[in-house]
């Protein structure tokens, strides 16, 4: 069923799965670096993000924090970009 949907489709279902990932942690880290990046993705970026949330929060937190190695899969300017972490806005 998932191939049958639209780009937009797919990046519908992103934008939920970033955003419940079960922690707050997690979905402030990955569902803000979605907010704040995916209007300007193609197919590759989108792709890359799907493949992303297929991860276990602790690997991604983890690759973000620099505190693990990426693995060459997800090396790239949008890892890059999530390592940056400026997009995480914390609510007070």
């Known amino acids: 069923m998932p191939e049958m949907l639209t780009f937009d489709g797919r990046r519908q279902r992103a934008k939920f799965r970033a955003w419940h990932r079960g922690t707050r942690e997690a979905d402030f880290m990955i569902g803000g670096f979605f907010d704040r990046y995916h209007a300007g993705w193609g197919e590759d970026e989108l792709a890359w ?41 914390i609510p007070r």
């Open 49 to 89: 993000f799907e493949a992303l949330l297929e991860e276990d929060d602790v690997d991604v937190m983890a690759w973000a924090l620099k505190t693990q190695p990426t693995p060459p899969r997800f090396e790239g300017d949008l890892m890059r970009a999530m390592q940056e972490l400026d997009y995480v806005d």
